[in-house]
């Protein structure tokens, strides 16, 4: 099974900036895909980012594009969600997720698709 780590979350006022780092252990070779989801109060998880570990592309919710940058390192098995400008409909609480099975990517942003989740991390933004 894969263990995942998140860290980074805080509070911040909007326009501003937080890096949310998601460390992976165990069987991080059997890894296809790992994605971010968020939280928000009295609603439902919804997908933010996705990257495929092979090759590092990514894919994001429209409403992050342009904002949020979702990288790798593979040395460290550690995926990075740099949100940038964040608003206040940014506030959730941030999922990092690892998909073992292979699919395409339409996959990537369905929930469901993943395996192993981590704690989640409070991501609160100020007006």
């Known amino acids: 099974q894969v263990q995942l780590v998140e860290s980074g979350g805080g509070l911040v006022q909007a326009g501003g900036s937080l890096r949310l780092s998601c460390a992976a252990s165990?069987?991080?070779?059997?890894?296809?895909?790992m994605g971010w989801f968020r939280q928000a109060p009295g609603k439902e998880r919804e997908f933010v980012a996705a990257i495929r570990w092979s090759g590092g592309t990514t894919y994001y919710v429209d409403s992050v594009k342009g904002r949020f940058t979702l990288s790798r390192d593979n040395a460290k098995n550690t995926v990075y969600l740099q949100m940038n400008s964040l608003k206040p409909e940014d506030t959730a609480v941030y999922y990092c997720a690892a998909k073992v099975t292979y699919s395409s990517t339409y996959y990537y942003y369905v929930m469901n698709e993943y395996n192993y989740w981590g704690q989640g991390t409070q991501v609160t933004v100020s007006s």
């Open positions: 165990g069987r991080t070779f059997s890894t296809y895909a």
